[in-house]
């Protein structure tokens, strides 16, 4: 055996990763660890290079822990890591979990939706994980997690419908209107009405059902990660250098007691939404709009 490489039962199917050589790593990601993490990333980040970024991160991060945490909770663990780092990377472009995108009309009707209500439905429709898990994994309340769901299956729908009449496929002057006001941009708010006009009208209304049937379907069916894409990503992390690696270690923070990544700061959510809940909740929450606007000023 070469120098202190310690092989451990098991270590042939374990993936060991970041700075392995010389010392021993017991919290390596598995190859179904690796599998999960690519396919939370894509269906959350919807974006190669952003779903790449967060991917090396998240495993970087999750090998250099010292040792897993228990086998009921690692899988959750794994995820949570998942989640922060492609949350972390699209912040990074301007895009906080709870913004909702404007989209092209021939956009993907899950690329209109937020990338909190993207990562629910991922693990509450894809992975069918209970609400107390998800909520441990976002890092919110079961009965957040539970709410999230329901606003992401919405809003699925909701995509569903307006997107669709928003190509024009129905006879009707009024859909006609609302799909012209946002020159081939649609907002969540133009979705929305698109949906409220299909519910009312007797020509569009059809599109709302088959919505309603489609929308979860399509998201089911789509591929998990194929053998080849993880074996890319494990071999794009073995070319990693130490700094690097340091680094990003460095840069994830301590890590939680039950090995999930540091607590979320306030400051580091839409600083827009605070302002207008700040806004809504009048005089008593000067104090959110105080914090909307330093978030902003920095
Ligand atoms: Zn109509």
Not at 47 to 70: G, K, N, Y
Not at 82 to 109: K, T
Request: hydrophobic fraction near 45%; include cysteine.
């Amino acid at each position: 055996m070469r120098t202190g490489v310690v092989e451990g039962p098991g270590s042939t199917d374990r993936f060991r990763a970041a700075g392995t050589v010389g010392r021993v790593t017991t919290a390596a990601p598995t190859r179904e660890d690796v599998a999960a993490v690519v396919d939370l990333a894509l269906l959350t980040a919807l974006d190669p290079a952003i779903s790449a970024a967060a991917i090396r991160d998240a495993l970087i991060v999750l090998a250099s822990r010292p040792a897993p945490a228990p086998p009921t909770v690692e899988p959750l663990v794994v995820l949570a890591h998942a989640r922060a780092e492609v949350w972390r990377q699209l912040r990074a472009r301007g895009i906080h979990p709870d913004s909702a995108p404007d989209v092209r009309v021939d956009a993907e009707a899950l690329s209109s939706l937020t990338p909190a209500e993207r990562t629910t439905l991922y693990l509450m429709t894809r992975r069918a994980l209970p609400a107390h898990d998800v909520g441990f994994i976002l890092d919110v309340s079961t009965r957040e997690a539970r709410r999230l769901h329901r606003r992401a299956q919405v809003a699925l729908v909701r995509a569903v419908t307006g997107l669709a009449l928003a190509m024009d496929l129905t006879p009707c002057l009024i859909r006609d209107e609302l799909a012209a006001r946002g020159a081939g941009m649609l907002s969540r708010r133009d979705i929305d009405a698109l949906t409220m006009h299909a519910a009312e009208c007797r020509i569009c209304v059809e599109w709302l059902r088959r919505a309603d049937h489609q929308a979860l379907a399509g998201y089911d069916s789509m591929a998990a990660p194929t053998d080849r894409e993880i074996d890319v990503v494990l071999a794009n992390l073995q070319q990693l250098g130490e700094e690097e690696r340091l680094r990003v270690v460095a840069r994830a923070g301590a890590l939680r007691r039950d090995g999930r990544p540091p607590r979320e700061s306030l400051l580091l959510g839409d600083p827009k939404r605070w302002m207008r809940r700040g806004i809504s909740l009048g005089v008593t929450s000067v104090v959110l709009v105080v914090v909307g606007v330093l978030a902003m000023a920095r």
